[in-house]
């Protein structure tokens, strides 16, 4: 199910306009507002503050600005802008959210459907990982590598939790927020409107999910976020609800959050954010689980679409 109404602007035109509107929020608008917030609370001058947050792991008191920044950076880009772009265009936000009527049943699923498909993408996770380019795009797997080796040391300084405090502010920061912004743009705006231009239900939800993976500018992480993005879509194409997506994505970062932080307090003997892939007789069974919840998920609602009918 996909959210109607009366749409006078093309797709096209309004998945370009939407893109833009989130990159320069997301990139410009968002971390300058956050910067300009963080200042006044840094002891040090604007200069040191930006000198700070190019190289956070040396300085370890420019945690907190990190978090206003990346919040910031997903609350204007992710929300704020696309709220605002939806009024211009004659559009409400809660026309996404209808129906407004979620059931108890497949909102408990959500998480559990969510947690065990973390252990079929595992097995995408460490390929990815392990995946090496053509020698002639040597130079272009070289940078990634870079990129990739600077986000897992930026993530390692910002879960690295001194207190249960900072784990809230990781939880709001890292999994409410971006499970919010992320959904409401990749599925509620940008998965309708390609459902509009292709009138492929499948289409959009694997383009919109092609989108999502690409937004996160992390190649080797690329495949298992692009999957990750297909269940959110798919759960949220089956529901029509896009509360569901947002349940699910939440349970997707949550769960590595609270996995971090109970791996440092030693309750975890396991780091489950490594990139190795589960055994192959748990990965057989994360698969059957998970395949089985998805088919009974799917079933749930479409009986309720059928008795709704008639």
Not at 4 to 26: A, E, M, N
Not at 162 to 185: D, N
Not at 228 to 246: D, E, Q, R, T
Not at 256 to 272: H, K, M, T
């Amino acid at each position: 199910m996909f959210e109607t109404g009366d749409h006078s602007r093309s797709p096209f035109v309004t998945l370009i306009l939407l893109l833009i509107g989130v990159c320069l929020g997301f990139v410009v608008v968002g971390p300058l507002v956050g910067f300009l917030v963080t200042l006044p609370f840094y002891e040090g001058s604007m200069v040191d503050l930006a000198e700070a947050l190019q190289n956070p792991m040396e300085h370890p008191d420019i945690k907190l600005p990190l978090y206003v920044l990346q919040g910031s950076a997903t609350l204007i880009g992710l929300i704020v802008t696309p709220v605002l772009l939806l009024k211009a265009f004659g559009r409400s936000v809660r026309s996404l959210f209808i129906p407004l009527q979620l059931y108890w049943i497949p909102v408990l699923l959500t998480p559990v459907i969510v947690v065990s498909f973390i252990g079929i993408n595992s097995w995408l996770v460490e390929w990815n990982a392990g995946l090496h380019l053509p020698e002639t795009l040597k130079g272009i797997e070289e940078w990634a590598r870079l990129n990739e080796d600077h986000r897992i040391e930026l993530t390692a300084f910002m879960t690295n939790f001194s207190s249960t405090g900072e784990l809230f502010i990781a939880l709001l920061v890292i999994a409410v927020i971006p499970a919010i912004g992320e959904e409401l743009v990749f599925r509620g705006l940008i998965q309708n409107e390609l459902y509009r231009l292709t009138q492929n239900a499948h289409a959009a939800v694997w383009l919109a999910a092609l989108l999502f993976s690409a937004f996160h500018l992390q190649f080797f992480g690329f495949f298992p976020r692009l999957l990750l993005g297909s269940l959110f879509g798919y759960m949220y194409y089956w529901s029509g609800s896009l509360v569901i997506a947002i349940l699910a994505h939440f349970a997707n970062n949550c769960f590595a959050v609270l996995s971090l932080y109970f791996y440092q307090r030693g309750d975890l003997s396991i780091p489950l954010e490594e990139t190795e892939s589960l055994p192959g007789p748990a990965l057989m069974l994360s698969a059957a689980l998970t395949l089985l919840l998805l088919f009974y998920f799917r079933k749930f609602y479409s009986t309720r679409s059928e008795l709704i009918s008639r």
